[in-house]
């Protein structure tokens, strides 16, 4: 008892430890999930309202590549991942963000996007991945025949492989580029995994496997341990060899699991590419140079004389214009014997006064210089 007779106040001295609220019922959760889904579609159907209003704006255009600004798609994405805060990755909202404006645009009318086919190829991942799945894709034979069908207007654009990050240049892509005016319009980064794909899914079965010679080269350490004796048939794409190998139980085919789907085969093993970083770079093939972006790359094609210091006295000017060159390769020219062409990429835009400087000292060195296209770097 205290002096005055009343008992000691419990706790006294003693932080008090307040009652946690309690938690919200999944049935709210839900409910309230479900308002944001609600928001979100009038949102989303809100944006397509005033994206129709901007082609409006526009005029009368001819199709629907007039629509399609690939600088402006490029800024959008940007922002989309520097205002994300989690919990996300940027690269997922960039994948919901890129499918809304595919959408969008396909409300004038799908853009027709030539690729290396069939169905099935990375080349596919990679045209999807660029332009959303709101297009028609057009399948095509060869990286010669995309080319063609988007010089000719039969594609609005194209998508061809380019490098790749352990077995360097796809040459015919290069090449292709010397009889053609096609422009460079955008690039597309895919990480690229291999999977050994089967009919029956029994690895004993194998005894021959079907693939792109690209791949058998990004899994030439897999198979000389897993599968040293089977007969190794290359095929121009992937999913001609997913398509083969759905025709025996003793073949497989080296492609990624979009094939497996589409064919009908089963995993195996996977992923088999013998570095985990495996990526693929590809090109967006058009008809004409765009506006800056902000973050920009040009692709050169240089014909140098046959000078001692020719090479040097064409690439200096890029260094003194404070502009990074990103990759220089040589290719044979269809010129002459020993002539050679070299493909330069090189940091910035064809708009910037520095690539304009460089460019005008270039020309004093150079036999002929070919502007194949400035255009946004890639968003991963």
Partial sequence: MTAKGKPPAKNVGRDVVP??????????LRERVDGIDRSIQELIAERARF????????????????????EREAQVLRRVVDRNEGPLEGEVLVRVFREIMSACL????????????????????????????????????SIEEVFGEVESGAADFGVVPVENSTQGT?????????????????????????????????????ERVYSHP???????????????????????????????????DDAAAIAGLSAASVYGLKSVAGPIEDRPDNTTRFLVLG??????????????????????????QVLAPFARHGLSMNRI???????????YAFFVDVGGHIEQEAMRLALAEVDEFAEQVRVLGSYPVAIV
């Fill in 329 to 339: 390769e040589s290719r044979p020219g269809h010129g002459g014997r020993w002539q």
């Fill in 170 to 206: 796809i040459q015919s892509t290069l090449d292709t580029f010397l009889g053609t005016d096609v422009k460079i319009c955008g690039e597309v980064e895919l990480r690229v995994h291999q999977h050994l794909l089967s009919r029956s899914g029994r690895f004993e079965d194998i």
């Fill in 106 to 141: 396909a409300q004038q009318e799908p853009l027709k996007i030539g690729f290396l086919g069939p169905a099935g190829t990375h080349s596919e991942q990679a045209a999807y991945k660029h332009f959303g799945h709101s297009i028609l894709g057009l399948p095509l034979g």
């Fill in 214 to 248: 690209q791949s058998f080269a990004q899994c030439k350490a897999w198979l000389r341990q897993h599968l040293p004796d089977a007969e190794k048939i290359p095929l121009a794409s992937n999913a001609e060899a997913a398509r083969r190998a759905r025709n025996a």
């Fill in 287 to 312: 008809r004409e140079l765009f506006p800056a972006s902000g973050n920009d790359r040009t692709s050169l094609l240089i014909f140098i004389k046959d000078q001692p210091g020719a090479l040097f």
């Fill in 19 to 28: 009652k946690k609220p309690p938690a919200p019922k999944l049935a709210e």
């Fill in 51 to 70: 994206a129709s209003q901007i082609g409006q704006a526009k005029g009368p255009l001819a199709a629907a590549i007039d629509y399609y600004r690939p």
